[in-house]
Structure formats: structure tokens, C-alpha cells
């Protein structure tokens, strides 16, 4: 429950509780499904302050995003939240104080839109229900639904990485998906409402070949290998 002192509530004013004490954080935390979904909030949507402070921002109506990053920062990392609410902007803010939960967010996910990302090992070690509520996260805080009639997810962002890691994850879930680039420095990722032709082995992505084309060709052909991979462009 938010508590301000009558007649201090006005249009444009912030109203909340007090951002709660620094907390402790274990050193070693599992990455679990909820944990996950927390994180793919940040990536999105969240940032650092001050060295000691993480916070979430969401529209005053995405009420269901609110309580699941509060619950899971108490359930999970043991941590009271604060929760914001500055009414002219529509904007709720969920923040918690922690050095240690913000040096390791800043660290591991990125302190700017252009530098938003996760770990690259988690392409390969996350498991697909971790990996899957990762990307609900991402999605749910900077996508959206595509208008287009197929229902498709689209996401959004600055970060090149980002967006490569998304279109990796996806592939490796088994879900078809593009990436596209535009010249004002916007990636988009597409979620396909198909599954992908290709699959993940744990080691690379495959995919059968669909067709094989002869043509006459008379010169030089010259192959490009990439060290110790062996995969190669002729």
C-alpha cells in the first residue's frame, strides 16, 4: 500500500514508501525461472544508480509486471522494494537498494540501451525454461505484438548484441525469427509464429539443405575457412 500525507498528493508528484536500507546479497544466487523473468525485466527495462541503486520503470497500467518483480526480488533475493508512482508521467518505478545486486547488473547486463545484454554462455548453459522466461522478459518490458494479422513478437532496441543474443536464443529454442538493422541504429528482432527449420545441437545451429543448383563457372574459385571451426564460404 502507498502512503503520502494528505494533501501532499497532487498531479506530477512522486508518491511512495521509503527506499528500504542497503541490502546484503548472497554471493552465489540460482538463476531460476523467476530470476530469469527478473532479469530479461532489467535488460529491458531496468537501470542503475549511484552505485547502489537498481530500478525497474513500467507504465502505471502493466500492474502484473510490477508485482512480479517485487515478489521475486523478496521471494527469491530476500529484498524489500520500494514502488513509485509518478502520476503525471504514468510511470511506476520499483527500486531496491543493494551495491552489490547493482555493481553485478551493471556488470553482467549492460548500464545503457547500447549496451544492453546477458552473458554469452547463457546462449549454451542456460536450460530452455530459464532461457525461455529470459526472453518473456525482454519481450514483455521493450516488445511488442505485430499488427500484421500473425500475432508475431517484435522487439526493439539499440544494443547490436542484444539483438543478436535474442535471434540466437530463439533459434536455439526452436523458434523461426529474423534480424533486421535500420540506419537510425535500431535493431529489430521478429519472433515468427512458425517453428524454425533448422535445430540446435548443443554446439552450432543446423539447418537441411533445400535444394542443391548446378551452374557452369569457369575460373578461379577461392575458399574463406575459419580457423579451427572449419566452416567456410567458397
Known amino acids: 500500500t502507498l502512503v503520502t500525507p494528505g494533501g501532499l498528493v497532487s498531479q506530477g508528484r512522486w508518491t511512495g514508501v521509503p527506499s528500504p536500507r542497503n541490502h546484503p546479497l548472497s554471493p552465489r544466487v540460482r538463476i531460476t525461472a523467476d530470476m ?5 525485466l532489467f535488460i529491458s527495462e531496468g537501470h542503475t544508480s549511484g552505485g547502489k541503486h537498481v530500478g525497474w520503470s513500467f507504465h502505471e497500467k502493466e500492474t502484473h509486471l510490477h508485482h512480479a518483480v517485487q515478489e521475486t526480488l ?26 552489490i545486486l547493482a555493481h553485478t547488473f551493471r ?3 549492460g548500464a545503457g540501451s547500447l549496451d544492453k545484454h546477458f552473458p554469452q554462455e ?4 542456460l536450460d530452455n525454461t530459464c532461457l525461455s522466461k529470459l526472453l518473456d522478459g525482454i519481450f514483455d518490458g521493450d516488445g511488442y505484438r505485430d499488427s500484421g494479422g500473425n500475432n508475431a513478437r517484435m522487439l526493439t532496441t539499440k544494443s ?9 536464443a530463439l533459434m536455439r529454442l526452436g523458434r523461426a525469427t529474423s534480424r533486421s538493422s535500420y540506419p537510425d541504429g535500431v535493431w529489430k528482432v521478429r519472433e515468427q509464429t512458425t517453428a524454425a527449420a533448422g535445430e540446435f545441437n548443443g554446439q552450432g545451429f543446423w539447418h537441411s539443405i533445400s535444394a542443391i543448383n548446378q551452374h557452369e563457372f569457369n575460373g578461379e574459385v577461392y575458399n574463406l575457412e ?4 572449419n566452416s567456410y564460404v567458397v
Open 226 to 229: 575459419v580457423e579451427e571451426d
Open 107 to 109: 556488470a553482467s547486463f
Open 36 to 40: 530469469a523473468y527478473l532479469i530479461g
Open 122 to 125: 547463457w546462449l549454451w548453459e
Open 74 to 99: 523478496k521471494c527469491v533475493l530476500g529484498m524489500e522494494s520500494s514502488k513509485r508512482h509518478h502520476i503525471l508521467n504514468h510511470c511506476v518505478q520499483i527500486g531496491v537498494v543493494s551495491k
Open 160 to 168: 547490436s548484441l542484444l539483438a543478436y543474443q535474442v535471434h540466437a
